[in-house]
């Protein structure tokens, strides 16, 4: 299949230099292309092939080099021809990985929120690369009961239980330690307003029942508005940070790097903008986050019931087996989803 005027010989030539550039990180010869597995063209071919890829963009030669290095439009071109086959066959995990894998998912009744933090870790030590795992919205997530439980005089803690098993903790100022009984008839109510109501639904939830003293009304009301003023945070959890201190050469990249994933509102504006755009693969610009323009992000969504409710990614530089890391991404993925829909 031919790409913008490039033939299939050409994208040959430039997926040999590309997986030799990923395996070894040095510039890519003619001379390693020629001796290279699949590829039955004369060395003056590849010369004259890798300087026209050269030519088009595809490849770059740094500094004085004899040898040539992929740009994104490069990685992007070979990206776009990776069959299936390649993936399953680079991204075959081996027997502890899968032993991993499997142990991990078969005993994953925590909460949610330990899940998610737990597969992001599991994901960067799959693939060496930093990890970013995102789960279902909490905002979406129906509540089961709730209560009110002071731990001062002057500060408590709003907590609710979640269908989706997370557990949504919000602090509460009180004007006066309200009592025993207090609390109490405040929790009653505020079981009867929220339950079986989704989070995002709680500042318009309606207060009925049994007509209470003017202290129960307040606090029931202010705990209403605490949960409902936190149910904005997204869940995302990074895993394996320190691998970028090893994936590139330069401290200002790693820092640079480091600093954006902890602006967590910018990674999220990151997969909501792949995930809507059904793109598995970033690749350095294309992130459209400035500071990632020397990385890649490799992302599957995460699927309950036949929505989209999260996602399952890794980021590295751009210098990534991306066959590798597409079907380790996928794997954990459906491991993942369908361990939401069992609950």
Do not use: W
């Not at 009304?217 to 949960?227: I, T, Y």
């Not at 500071?291 to 999260?310: H, I, K, M, W």
């Not at 380790?328 to 459906?334: A, G, I, R």
């Amino acid at each position: 299949m031919a790409t913008s005027g490039v033939d299939d010989r050409r994208i040959a030539i430039l997926r040999a230099v590309i997986e030799h550039y990923v395996s070894t990180g040095q510039p890519v010869g003619s001379g390693h292309v020629a001796v290279m597995k699949g590829i039955r063209v004369s060395a003056a071919t590849i010369r004259n092939d890798m300087a026209a890829l050269e030519a088009e963009g595809f490849l770059a030669q740094p500094h004085t080099s004899a040898g040539r290095v992929p740009t994104d439009k490069g990685y992007r071109l070979y990206v776009d021809h990776l069959t299936t086959t390649d993936v399953a066959q680079a991204g075959r995990l081996d027997a502890v990985s899968r032993q991993r894998l499997g142990d991990f998912f078969d005993t994953a009744h925590v909460r949610l929120e330990d899940t998610l933090h737990r597969t992001s870790l599991l994901l960067a030590k799959l693939t060496n690369h930093t990890a970013v795992v995102t789960g279902p919205s909490v905002a979406e997530a129906v509540v089961r009961s709730a209560q009110i439980v002071a731990l001062s005089d002057r500060i408590g803690t709003v907590v609710a239980v979640l269908s989706n098993g997370d557990i949504e903790n919000e602090q509460i100022e009180f004007t006066v330690r309200p009592s025993d009984v207090q609390i109490a008839l405040a929790n009653a109510r505020l079981n009867d307003v929220l339950a079986g109501r989704a989070l995002s639904g709680v500042s318009h939830a309606a207060q009925t029942g049994a007509s209470v003293d003017v202290e129960v009304e307040s606090l029931v009301a202010r705990a209403v508005g605490v949960l409902a003023g936190g149910r904005g945070r997204d869940s995302v959890f990074v895993g394996g940070t320190a691998s970028l201190t090893t994936a590139f050469d330069a401290v200002e990249v790693v820092r640079t790097v480091l600093e954006t994933l902890e602006q967590q509102y910018l990674v999220v504006s990151l997969v909501r903008d792949m995930l809507s755009r059904g793109v598995s693969v970033a690749i350095g610009a294309e992130t459209g986050v400035e500071p990632l323009s020397a990385c890649s992000v490799v992302l599957a969504p995460v699927v309950r019931d036949g929505e989209t409710v999260g996602s399952v990614g890794v980021l590295g530089p751009t210098r990534m087996n991306y066959p590798a890391a597409l079907a380790t991404v996928e794997v954990v993925s459906d491991r993942l989803s369908r361990r939401l829909t069992e609950g």
